[in-house]
């Protein structure tokens, strides 16, 4: 069976994607990767702290005939990351893809100047939050079957979606090209990417012999409302874009086209994957960029 060629659609199952809202009608990273999961036939449960925007998300997948819920969570509660996946599983009684999406620019300064409460907070929303969500939905994406689980009418297992999937699981992590070389003026932001990379290693490290996938997606300078929403001028907005060998400036769909990759099953023989989307900006010999162009500047 594995021999076959790979699934391309994700009809049949279920992604969380936190993170999932962003301002008005702008697309960032997590409600383009919820579009795409829609597109490519996943039912998505659309996570924010914002319910709002988390619906907004919804309503632009429900207008191109996708299925999608909206849920208000605090992922930095367990008590909550545990109810938005517990409501998934009452709603579409399974789930397969987790998207840890949810990132703030943070705490901003040094080792020095940084503020230790904010510190702490970005810490818990950037990082803290994926082992939250991951906590409690890899128990339930065991339940799901692969071509490898024997045939049995007394089977407690979900049903097989197709005939050759291969893993009951996928996660994918967003890290940030700032976690793989640093490149901000502030400690925080880096520190909790470079977290992120790493915790993908380990959890992809301690998942695999059960089926489950764990991977991360490294944006480079995106040109998402995370960035222009506080106000960037143009020559930023240039100079990220220069810092790339391409030249050309990416946006949320192009993470979020890279999220929907790992996340489906044309990825199947990939895990603990670290996967640039920068338009080749870790293959330059200077991270170096104007303070106002970086995150949380």
């Known amino acids: 069976m594995a021999s076959q060629r790979p699934n391309r659609s994700l009809a049949g199952t279920v ?5 999932a809202g962003s301002a008005g009608t702008g697309i960032g990273n997590g409600r383009a990767a919820a579009i795409l999961l829609a597109e490519a036939g996943a039912s998505v449960v659309c996570i924010d702290l914002n ?5 907004t998300t919804v309503d632009m997948i429900k207008a191109e005939s996708g299925t999608a819920l909206a849920l208000q969570t605090d992922v930095t509660s367990e008590s909550e990351c545990e109810s938005a996946v517990r409501t998934t599983i009452a709603t579409y009684s399974r ?7 949810v990132g703030i620019g943070g705490a901003t300064g040094t080792a020095v100047t940084a503020s230790k409460e904010a510190w702490t ?9 994926m082992m939250l969500m991951a906590k ?4 339930e994406m065991l339940q799901n079957s ?9 089977s407690t297992l979900r049903p097989l979606l197709w005939p050759t999937r291969l893993w009951r699981g996928s996660i994918v992590n967003m890290g940030s090209v700032a976690g793989l070389r640093g490149g901000t003026p502030h400690l925080l932001y880096p520190t909790a990417k470079g977290a992120v990379v790493n915790m993908t290693r380990a959890m992809a490290a301690h998942h695999a012999e059960e ?6 997606v490294c944006p480079g300078m995106l040109y998402t409302p995370m960035m222009y929403g506080p106000g960037m001028s143009e020559e930023a907005r240039e100079a990220r874009k220069n810092r790339s060998l391409l030249k050309t400036e990416g946006t949320g769909w192009d993470a979020g086209a890279a999220i929907r990759f790992l996340a489906g099953d044309e990825s199947r023989w990939l895990t603990g994957v670290v996967l640039p989307v920068d338009a080749g900006a870790t293959c330059a ?6 303070r106002s162009a970086s995150v949380g500047a």
């Open 136 to 139: 409690h939905a890899i128990p």
């Open 51 to 55: 319910f709002h925007d988390a619906q």
């Open 121 to 129: 907070l970005g810490l818990e929303i950037n990082v803290t939050s």
């Open 146 to 154: 692969t071509c490898h689980d024997p045939a049995s009418p007394t």
């Open 211 to 216: 089926g489950i996938r764990v991977n991360c």
């Open 15 to 19: 992604a969380i994607v936190t993170g």
């Open 95 to 101: 789930l397969d893809i987790l998207v840890n999406n």
């Open 285 to 290: 010999t200077s991270t170096d960029i104007p």
